[in-house]
């Protein structure tokens, strides 16, 4: 199945939404020090204004716990040829690079599982929420102990709630914290990550593994396997339907589903949706006191980058498939310098998170701004 749709205006559907939470959150974000990937990035944000824990009565429940099983023992391959199941060049996955090493998490993959368990340059934390249509990856040591998540099967803000085995805590998975439990206030650590085609992704890193579905990969239920060829979330494309009916405050600038990257830095929040980033073809601009650059790939992805280099803002243009700035060409994809005077240079990701669709990237910064 052809799930480049998600780039677009489309939608996976939520199996519930939550409110009640918005009146809560109506000041802007103030940065915290869990997140930060290279020296220049922003940090990972919370809200300051949540009074934590949450109340329980703040979560919805869309499903039983572990319902939908997380994967915890994950195996992986240079392809699908081994399973039964079709990992087309067009299907989504999130990039993880470690060192000299790269995986690729299909969400045909994400979609039935939403949180897998791995250990790639340390313990991982890689999820995915169908219904916000956006990717958290994360170191899962939490105090000096691995902590192993699960899908709670509630929802918090529209978005993923998980859950720890160690601790029983719950978990925001857009803010990467504990937000109700004995690890409420935690911060998950993030790693920078890519959201593209598995074309491009591979492409890009011809050496790749990629992510095996079930029963290939073991699940915290055991044995459970899916049909990976097939969306679970039909006819949700193109919807203004957020959740099913428990979302009633959704900012109306753009449509719900419209794809965005949100950068933020130094108080200040700004959304790039799709659309707009790729008519102006790259954008340099500076959110707070932080430049970055954002730019679509050949996939129709979106990427945002950090334009300082050795305490030097460049300024971008496109040239086809790269960037150009200060002598150099910079891969989309990657953010490296391929040439010139910053060959094997690499910019940083200025989004800790990945792109996501605009009702959950207002819902959890409700000040933003919207480049248009």
Request: glycine content about 10%; aromatic content about 8%; some cysteine.
């Amino acid at each position: 199945m052809n799930r480049r749709h998600f780039l677009t205006t489309a939608g996976f559907v939520g199996i519930a939404a939550c409110t009640g939470c918005l009146d809560a959150l109506r000041q802007q974000l103030g940065p915290s020090s869990a997140g930060s990937t290279q020296p220049g990035t922003p940090s990972a944000t919370i809200y300051a204004n949540v009074s934590l824990p949450v109340p329980r009565s703040e979560f919805r429940r869309g499903a039983a716990k572990d319902a939908i099983p997380a994967i915890t023992a994950p195996v992986f391959a240079a392809d699908w040829s081994s399973v039964d199941g079709v990992l087309d060049d067009d299907e989504l996955v999130i990039g993880v690079e470690v060192g000299d090493g790269t995986r690729a998490y299909p969400l045909a993959v994400l979609n039935w599982h939403e949180v897998v368990n791995d250990d790639f340059g340390g313990p991982l934390l890689v999820t995915y929420c169908p219904l916000c249509g956006g990717g958290v990856v994360a170191d899962r040591t939490v105090d000096g102990q691995v902590y192993t998540f699960g899908v709670s099967g509630l929802l918090w803000q529209s978005d993923l709630v998980m859950y720890d085995v160690e601790s029983e805590s719950l978990w925001s998975q857009l803010l990467a914290t504990a937000i109700h439990g004995p690890s409420t206030e935690t911060e998950l650590t993030l790693r920078p990550s890519t959201v593209t085609t598995w074309g491009e992704w591979r492409r890009e890193h011809p050496k790749t593994q990629v992510l095996l579905p079930p029963p290939k990969s073991e699940t915290i239920k055991g044995w459970q396997s899916r049909d990976y060829d097939h969306d679970p979330y039909p006819g949700y494309d193109g919807s203004e339907r957020v959740g099913v009916g428990f979302n009633q405050a959704v900012d109306d600038r753009l449509h719900p589903k419209t794809t965005v990257v949100g950068v933020t830095a130094d108080g200040v929040a700004r959304a790039y949706p799709l659309d707009a980033v790729e008519d102006a073809g790259v954008v340099n601009d500076t959110v707070g006191d932080l430049p970055i650059v954002v730019a679509t790939t050949n996939a129709g992805s979106l990427v945002a980058y950090v334009r300082r280099v050795g305490g030097k803002t460049l300024n971008f243009e496109r040239d086809g498939d790269v960037l150009v700035g200060d002598g150099s060409r910079w891969n989309l994809v990657t953010g490296t310098a391929v040439d010139g005077p910053h060959r094997g240079t690499r910019l940083a990701h200025a989004n800790d998170r990945s792109p996501s669709f605009w009702f959950a990237w207002a819902d959890f910064h409700p000040e933003t701004d919207l480049f248009r």
